[in-house]
Structures are given as C-alpha cells and as structure tokens.
C-alpha cells in the first residue's frame, strides 16, 4: 500500500456513506495519532485499539447527529507524488475555522490551530469538516 493514510480517511468515508456504527483499520502511530485528534476535536465517538496479529488494528466508532454523520467531509491533501508544507504562520484554514487540519510537525501530529499556538509548521496531511 502507497498511501495507507489516504486508505484509513477512504475506509472512514465508505463507513460513514453505509450508515456504519464501526470501522475498523490496520494500525499504525501516525493513525493512532490522526485517530486520537479525530475523538479529540469530536468528529468520531470512541477510539480502540485492538491487538491483533503483528500490528493490530484500530476500532473507531463514528458518529451521528439526527442520522447525519457528525463529518461532512475527509481530504487528503499531502500525497506520496505530492507533498504539501505549510509554516506556522500560513497555516490553511479548513471552511474559515470551521473544520481542522491534521499536521505532522517535529512536535508530533496536531491540528492546524494547535501548530499555530505552539509556532511550528510541517506537513498537511488531511482536512477533517
């Protein structure tokens, strides 16, 4: 697998599209990471990890607002043939504020606004609104 981040945010949407209560994904840090700000910001329920074989896998559950999911929509946005940087000071803004970034900084995986607080820039892996 190429891009198994750009796979975690598809499995999440094809989830989210088929009214699941769970979807569950192999795990790995940077998802555990992307996970735990996803329960943080309060886009998903609850957050598991499963042991399971070698690396075992990540249990999420989503959810829902009047049988609207709470996520309007997933982006990835550094790609493997494309990756995209973003300093402190110029970091993206997701809908005017509304939605988050992810950003893997040398200070470990964060949203948009708590690089900014703590001044470091990095790679912008996805939006989240």
Sequence with gaps: ???PIA??????????????????????????????IL???????????VEEGVSGKLVITLKYAD?????SGLKRVSKPGLRTYAGAENMPKVLG??????VSTSKGIMTDKQAKAANVG?????FVW
């Design 1 to 3: 697998m190429t891009d």
């Design 7 to 36: 796979d975690m945010l598809t499995r999440i949407r094809n989830a989210l599209v088929a009214k699941h209560e769970t979807v569950e994904i192999p795990a790995s840090k940077m998802k555990s990471a992307i996970a735990d």
């Design 39 to 49: 329960l943080k910001e309060g886009y998903v329920a609850a957050v598991k990890f």
């Design 67 to 71: 049988n609207q999911s709470v996520i």
């Design 97 to 102: 504020g509304l939605g988050t970034a992810i």
């Design 122 to 126: 990095g790679e912008v892996l996805c």
